[in-house]
C-alpha cells in the first residue's frame, strides 16, 4: 500500500503532514511513501533525509496522488488537484467540513473516503490522535509569546533601585487547550493572570495552573457532551460583559480563545470594553479566522483602537511550523495505524469502531 502526501499551498500553510521520524514507523508497517520534491526543505528538511528513511519522491504532484492508495494533508486539496482523486483512494487532513461542503460531497460522490480529523470523537483511545489539542496547545503558548514581544512593558515584577515595575496583568478568554497552555506560559514568563470560561469545568484547571478564574453565574449549564463551549444565552451574555468590563480596566494583555465548532466566534470584548481599556494594552485573537472574538479584529492585521492593539493571524502554527508538523504528524500516523488490519495487511474502514466513525465524511 502506497501513502502519498504533497506540498500545501507555502502561501497559506507551511506545515507538512510527514516528517522523516514518521516516515520509518509507516515502513514499518509495509507502507510505500511517495513525497513531494522539496517536500520539507522549508522547514530546513533535506530530500536526502526522507530517502534514507524509505521515501520516494517525485517531481510530478499527479504521478503522486494517482499511485496513492492514502493521501495525507493538512488542508483542502485546490480543485485541480482534487479532480485527480479516484474511487477508493483515502484522503485524511483537517478539511474543514463546515466550510467546504460542497467540495467534499463532489468527492464522496466518486466514493472517495475522506477522513477529517477534527471532527475526532473527544474519547481516551482518540488521545493520541487529536490534532486539535496538539495543535491549539502550540498557538496557546505562541500567542502569548507574540503578544508579549509586541508589549512596551516588563511582564514580570521587577524590584530595582530606581523602583518597582508591576507584573503585566493577563487575561485569557476561553480555557480550553490553546487557554490554558497560554494561562501557563503567560504565568511562567512572570505574569499575573486571570482566566474565563463558560465552562465550570475550566476552574478547576486554571487555578492548578496559578491563574484566577472569573465566574460568571451560570456557566455550569455550558458545556456540550464532547467537551466544547455551547453558545450562551442572552442573559448570560449580559453577566459576562459586565464581569468583562470591570476587569479589562487593569488589564494589560488579552488572549482571546472562544471558539464554537462550526460557527462565528462569538465577540466577547466589545467596542465600548475596548474604550476602557488601558492604552498600550494588546489583544490577541486566536478566534479572528473564524470572525474573532472582538469587534475590531482583522485577520493578519494589527488593529490599533484607542491605543489598544488587536492581532488576529490566519495561522499563527506558520510561526512555528516544525513544531506543529512534528506533532501532526505522529498525530495522522497514529490515525492510519488505527485504520490497518494488520494482519490482512489492508486498511479496514470499520464503522463500528467510533473514531472512524465521527471522522468519515458521509
Do not use: W
Not at 468590563?245 to 470584548?269: F, N, Y
Request: aromatic share 6%; charged share 25%.
Amino acid at each position: 500500500m502506497r501513502i502519498g502526501s504533497i506540498l500545501e499551498n507555502q502561501q497559506i500553510e507551511k506545515r507538512i503532514a510527514i516528517t522523516p521520524e514518521i516516515v520509518k514507523k509507516y515502513t514499518s508497517l509495509g507502507f510505500k511513501i511517495n513525497l513531494s520534491e522539496n517536500y520539507g526543505s522549508h522547514l530546513g528538511i533535506k530530500d536526502d533525509e526522507y530517502v534514507k528513511m524509505g521515501a520516494s519522491l517525485y517531481k510530478d504532484d499527479k504521478e503522486i496522488l494517482n499511485s496513492s492508495d492514502i493521501i495525507l494533508q493538512l488542508g483542502m486539496l485546490s480543485e485541480e488537484k482534487s479532480s485527480l482523486l479516484k474511487e477508493k483512494q483515502i484522503l485524511i487532513g483537517v478539511l474543514d467540513p463546515y466550510n467546504n461542503r460542497e467540495k467534499l460531497e463532489k468527492l464522496t460522490k466518486k466514493k472517495i473516503n475522506i477522513f477529517s480529523l477534527e471532527l475526532l470523537p473527544r474519547i481516551t483511545r482518540a488521545q493520541s490522535m487529536d490534532i486539535l489539542s496538539s495543535q491549539a496547545n502550540l498557538a496557546g503558548y505562541k500567542a502569548v509569546v507574540e503578544s508579549f514581544a509586541n508589549f512596551e512593558k516588563a511582564i514580570p515584577m521587577m524590584m530595582t533601585a530606581a523602583g518597582t515595575i508591576p507584573a503585566a496583568k493577563v487575561l485569557v478568554v476561553g480555557a480550553g487547550v490553546a487557554g490554558l497552555q497560554a494561562i501557563a506560559t503567560a504565568k511562567r514568563m512572570g505574569a499575573i493572570v486571570f482566566a474565563t470560561d463558560v465552562r465550570m469545568a475550566s476552574k478547576e484547571q486554571v487555578e492548578s495552573l496559578g491563574g484566577k478564574f472569573l465566574t460568571v453565574e451560570g456557566s455550569e449549564n455550558l458545556e456540550t457532551e464532547g467537551g466544547y463551549a455551547k453558545e450562551t444565552s442572552e442573559d448570560f451574555k449580559k453577566k459576562q460583559e459586565e464581569l468583562l468590563s470591570e476587569t479589562l480596566k487593569k488589564i494589560d494583555i488579552v488572549i482571546c480563545t472562544a471558539l464554537i465548532p462550526g460557527k462565528k466566534a462569538p465577540v466577547i470584548i466589545k467596542d465600548d470594553m475596548i474604550n476602557n481599556m488601558q492604552s498600550g494594552s494588546i489583544i490577541y485573537d486566536l478566534a479572528a479566522i473564524q470572525g474573532g472574538n472582538t469587534a475590531f479584529t482583522e485577520v493578519d492585521k494589527i488593529v490599533e483602537k484607542n491605543g489598544v492593539k488587536i492581532m488576529g493571524e490566519s495561522n499563527i502554527l506558520n510561526n512555528l511550523p516544525m513544531s506543529a508538523s512534528n506533532l501532526y504528524a505522529k498525530n495522522v500516523f497514529n490515525f492510519v495505524d488505527n485504520l490497518l488490519d494488520k494482519e490482512n495487511k489492508k486498511i479496514n474502514i470499520k464503522l463500528e469502531d467510533e473514531i472512524i466513525e465521527k471522522t468519515l465524511i458521509k
